[in-house]
C-alpha cells in the first residue's frame, strides 16, 4: 500500500497561472478531502468528496475546482493562482464512520509570487 | 460554528518529563476526536482516535482524554523523548462525513 500519494511536493507559480495538484489513495477510501495549512491557524477544509461523482464545498473553497471521476483520484485545480493561495496543501482519505482515522498524504508546498 | 483551540502554542520540556496538551471545543456534538502528529515539512499522523461515546484512549505511553460536556480533551505523553518533539494538532469531526475541524496545533520540543 502506497497510501496517500501527492504531487509534485513543491510547486511554484505567478499569478494569473493555473495548475492541478493530484491526490491519489490506494485503501478504496470512499471519503478524500483537501486541506490548506497556514502558519498559525490549523487545517482549514477546501473540498471533499463522499464518493466517485460527488464533491462539496469546505470553509475556504474560493479560487479552486475539484472533481472525483474515479475512487482513487481527487484533484485540485487552481484556476488563477493568487498570492493568498501560497500555502501548503494536504490531501486526505478515509472510509468514514465514528471509528475510522484519516490518513494524510506528506502534502504540497504551494508559492505563489 | 465550531471553534477548536489549543493552548500552549508552543511547549518546551526536559527529557523525562509527562507532556500535557489540551485541545477545547466550543460546540459538543461531535463525532470523535483525533490527536494527530506532524513533523517539520511531513504529513499528519494519526496518534489516538476517542469516539463520542468514550472517556479515553491509550496507545503505550500515550493517552487521551474526552470530556465533551466541557468541551474538553487532554493528550498525555508520559516520560517524554527527544524524538517526541513534533507539533500536535487536534481535531474533531462534527459528522459522518470525515470531515475535521482542527486546531492551530501545539509546537513541543523535548530537550535531552
Known amino acids: 500500500n502506497a497510501g496517500v500519494t501527492q504531487t509534485p511536493k513543491f510547486q511554484v507559480l505567478k499569478t494569473g497561472q493555473s495548475m492541478t495538484l493530484q491526490c491519489a489513495q490506494d485503501?478504496?477510501?470512499?471519503?478524500m478531502s483537501w486541506y490548506r495549512q497556514d502558519p498559525g491557524m490549523g487545517l482549514r477544509l477546501i473540498h471533499y468528496?463522499?464518493?466517485?461523482?460527488?464533491?462539496d464545498q469546505g470553509e475556504v473553497p474560493n479560487g479552486y475546482n475539484v472533481s472525483r471521476s474515479t475512487t482513487e483520484d481527487f484533484p485540485l485545480r487552481l484556476l488563477s493562482a493568487a498570492p493568498s493561495q501560497t500555502s501548503v496543501y494536504f490531501c486526505?482519505?478515509?472510509?468514514?464512520?465514528?471509528?475510522?482515522?484519516?490518513?494524510f498524504g506528506p502534502g504540497t508546498r504551494l508559492l505563489v509570487l | 460554528k465550531q471553534e477548536v483551540t489549543q493552548i500552549p502554542a508552543a511547549l518546551s520540556v526536559p527529557e523525562g518529563e509527562n507532556l500535557v496538551l489540551n485541545c477545547s471545543f466550543t460546540?459538543?456534538?461531535?463525532?470523535?476526536l483525533q490527536w494527530f502528529r506532524q513533523d517539520p515539512g511531513k504529513g499528519l499522523t494519526s496518534l489516538l482516535l476517542i469516539q463520542s461515546s468514550q472517556r479515553e484512549q491509550t496507545s503505550g505511553r500515550l493517552n487521551a482524554s474526552l470530556d465533551k460536556s466541557s468541551g474538553r480533551s487532554t493528550l498525555y505523553i508520559a516520560a517524554s523523548q527527544p524524538g517526541d518533539s513534533a507539533t500536535y494538532l487536534c481535531a474533531v469531526k462534527p459528522d459522518s462525513w470525515g470531515k475535521l475541524q482542527f486546531g492551530a496545533g501545539t509546537q513541543v520540543v523535548v530537550t535531552p
Open positions: 486526505a482519505s478515509t472510509y468514514g464512520g465514528r471509528r475510522e482515522t484519516q490518513y
Open positions: 485503501m478504496n477510501h470512499e471519503y
Open positions: 460546540d459538543s456534538a461531535i463525532y470523535n
Open positions: 468528496s463522499v464518493g466517485a461523482g460527488i464533491t
